[in-house]
């Protein structure tokens, strides 16, 4: 950073005067340069510091005491926030008015005094202005910081987050913590379904976890290449234990830089082309929650206002609230600026959280009132309890209806999905729970009439159409068989098995149509028709006196009947 003598630069010497006036002096010197010299040596005097330091008021102290816990910069929209504006004027206004006699805030003060100045400087997102103080200043200051800092241990400054670090925020309060919602790991049957989706070119089915974020996570664990799947890492990851899944899946997350959390929340458009830090920003919010007790419940909005007052730019490097294009859906408004931040700063946190971390099972959520938004969390211990075993058993019907508990093994269904049509869009039956913005949708788990929990199932029904897609894949019936008598929890069906096996071999052997008919009153009625220009309309012949009109000819089949004067009649039983 610039020292002091390059930050005196281009200051008038009235301005020059009133440094000196407040380091209880006065200049000698009449020209600029001189006079700066002549300050340089005085300011530098560490006795002198001391003193001034002393003399500064509360307020100016804890603005200096901030750019020392950013190594003697901040960002300038960032420091001004906080500690207040420095007034724009001339050196005639300047002068009438002293305005270093009366500040009107922490950061004039320390302008008026020299221990402040403002400069553009490069960082890796190109020149950003910062507050600053000058360098060899700096090295004064901080020696003479740390000295008080001996004698008084109780309050030290700490520039970055610690783990050892006291929490942000407070314990839930009862009523913040009412209604609990456990996290689980549904996120790995939502993944077995969409992989098994875009492996047969289907658009996959609504899920628990918004198609899009599933799609990113499952391209950042490499299970994915361009919508793709990959056979051998989809194979690996749907063989893995539950658990060793979901480690791989928080894994792939959390070393992502493109997964962007930022662009994926709920209610949010991003545009434009400016760039944020989505792997900074995750790593510094998991930093901060690594600090909170585990399998404690914790206040949601205590965190987020804790996190507003200490760290509110965590997010933007240069305290910029300006350049970021981020509309609001509902109205398409801009929310620009720091008055927008609990729209945009503190809805990414609450996704991250609500949304995120919940999917991957790292934390439960809590509510006030049952189905309300989540107002209290509790990170799970590094030792969950295990997860459970896919030992699942299906059931297959004699008509080629296949139920699959969601504790069958994945890879199973997976496969079993690639044979089969998918009945209610092959989604869980009963018992799913999901928060695809924070807390959208909560779905029960259904009761039997006994008032026992039934298992989540995904249906699925062989037929011949669903046979041919997968054989097209290279998959054979008795694939499907095995893996059936492998899993099924009572011997398949005869029926079925014949059905199967009958396919193979001879295709399909029966099928029902809709098609529509043409009945007359005699034969010579059809004959006279078939001869007549409608003849190319008529199809199969049922009979002596019916026969099958092809496609939607039924009405060109009517007005060649009315040529021939004959009236006809359509019924239609519904």
């Known amino acids: 950073m610039p020292d002091l003598k390059q930050s005196l630069q281009g200051l008038d010497i009235g301005h020059l005067r009133i440094i000196a006036r407040l380091w209880g002096t006065e200049l000698t010197a009449s020209d600029t340069d001189a006079s700066i010299e002549q300050l340089e ?20 102290q804890s603005a200096l ?78 020696h003479e910081r740390y000295q008080e800092l001996q004698g008084n241990p109780v309050e030290p400054f700490v520039p970055v987050v610690l783990k050892d670090s006291e929490p942000l925020g407070r314990l839930a309060s009862p009523g913040e913590k009412a209604f609990v919602i456990p996290s689980g790991d549904r996120i790995l049957d939502d993944a077995c379904t969409l992989l098994a989706a875009l492996r047969l070119g289907m658009e996959p089915p609504p899920l628990t976890i918004p198609r899009g974020i599933l799609l990113e996570l499952l391209s950042a664990a490499r299970l994915l290449r361009d919508s793709i799947p990959q056979p051998e890492p989809v194979k690996t990851f749907l063989e893995m234990p539950r658990s060793q899944a979901l480690n791989t899946l928080f894994d792939a997350w959390q070393a992502s830089e ?13 545009e434009g082309e400016w760039k944020n830090q989505p792997r900074v920003t995750r790593e ?11 399998d404690k419940w914790w206040s949601l909005p205590a965190f987020l206002r804790a996190v507003k007052e200490k760290y509110p730019d965590f997010q933007r490097p240069a305290g910029d609230y300006d350049s970021w294009f981020i509309k609001r859906q509902s109205d398409g408004e801009y929310l620009r600026g720091f008055a927008h931040w609990d729209e945009v700063d503190g809805a990414l946190i609450r996704y991250f959280i609500t949304g995120i971390l919940f999917w991957l099972g790292m934390i439960d959520l809590a509510c006030a009132e049952e189905g309300g938004t989540p107002t209290a969390f509790r990170i799970l211990e590094d030792e969950k309890p295990a997860a459970p075993n896919e030992n699942g058993k299906l059931t297959v019907a004699s008509n080629g209806r296949i139920s699959v508990p969601r504790l069958v093994p994945r890879t199973t269904r997976y496969q079993i999905a690639r044979f089969c049509e998918w009945e209610d869009d092959g989604r ?87 098609p529509v008919v043409l009945r007359v009153s005699k034969p010579e009625v059809l004959e006279e028709l078939r001869k007549s220009k409608a003849g190319r309309f008529l199809g199969e012949i049922l009979g002596p006196t019916a026969v099958v009109i092809k496609g939607d000819a039924s009405s060109k089949v009517l007005a060649a009947l009315a040529e021939m004067g004959m009236l006809a009649e359509e019924i239609y039983e519904g």
């Not at 560490?46 to 001034?52: D, F, G, L």
């Not at 962007?260 to 458009?269: D, K, S």
């Not at 068989?481 to 098995?497: G, N, R």
């Open 65 to 142: 005491d901030a750019l020392l816990e950013g190594e003697g910069r901040m960002p300038w929209v960032a420091f001004v926030r906080r500690f207040g504006e420095i007034r724009e004027m001339g050196a005639g206004r300047r002068d009438r008015e002293s305005p270093h006699l009366n500040p009107v805030s922490a950061a004039e003060t320390l302008y008026y005094h020299a221990l402040l100045a403002r400069a553009f400087f490069d960082t890796p997102n190109g020149p950003q202005e910062f507050a600053y103080i000058p360098d060899d200043l700096l090295k004064s200051i901080k």
């Open 258 to 270: 493109t997964f962007n959390e930022l662009r994926q929340v709920p209610g949010l458009a991003c």
């Open 41 to 60: 040596r005085l300011i530098n005097n560490p006795n002198q510091v001391t003193e001034v330091l002393e003399t500064l008021p509360i307020e100016a």
């Open 428 to 514: 869980v039956a009963a018992g799913s729970r999901y928060i695809p913005s924070g807390l959208l949708e909560q779905r029960r788990i259904a009761k039997s009439p006994q008032g026992e929990t039934t298992p989540d199932e995904y249906r699925y029904r062989v037929t011949p159409a669903s046979l041919t897609r997968a054989r097209q894949q290279r998959l054979k019936p008795d694939q499907l068989l095995a893996l059936l008598h492998k899993h099924a929890a009572a011997p398949l069906p005869p029926p079925f098995v014949r059905a199967i096996q009958r396919w193979e071999l001879n295709g399909t052997e029966a099928r029902i149509e809709n």
């Open 284 to 294: 510094f919010l998991l930093e901060l929650l690594s600090a909170i007790p585990t």
